[in-house]
């Protein structure tokens, strides 16, 4: 069965940094992109930033520049290094895999649990 674990986060004064990782476990084939979403409270969950499995890299405007997100192929992991952190970063933030597993050859889109990060002025 397919897992998304994330780890990471937390709380962070403003201008300070953050890490979120993510580890894809269960049976995968193969992964195509991965990111990270969040969602804040009354607000729809929104695209952070993406990777594709050789490494190209796309970033929502509000992050470019501050955040930078890694993965490691080997490992089925994705990381988001979060710099120069605002309270408008302040969200669950979940992790997003568009994989193949042996239990079904079909590309499908899997989510993590979220993960809170917290960043106070």
């Known amino acids: 069965q397919v897992q998304l674990v994330e780890s990471g986060g937390g709380l962070a004064q403003a201008g300070g940094s953050l890490r979120v990782s993510c580890a894809a476990s269960?049976?995968?084939?193969?992964?195509?992109?991965m990111g990270w979403y969040r969602q804040a409270p009354g607000k729809q969950r929104e695209l952070v930033a993406t990777?594709?499995?050789?490494?190209?890299?796309t970033y929502t405007d509000s992050v470019n520049g501050r955040f930078t997100i890694s993965r490691d192929n080997a490992q089925n992991t994705v990381s988001l290094q979060m710099n120069s952190l605002k309270p408008e970063d302040t969200a669950v933030y979940y992790c997003?895999?568009?994989?193949?597993?042996?239990?079904?050859?079909?590309?499908?889109?899997?989510w993590g649990q979220g993960t809170q990060v917290t960043v106070s002025s």
């Open positions: 997003n895999a568009d994989l193949a597993s042996y239990t079904s050859t079909y590309y499908s889109e899997f």
């Open positions: 269960g049976g995968i084939v193969s992964i195509r992109a």
């Open positions: 990777i594709t499995s050789g490494g190209s890299a």
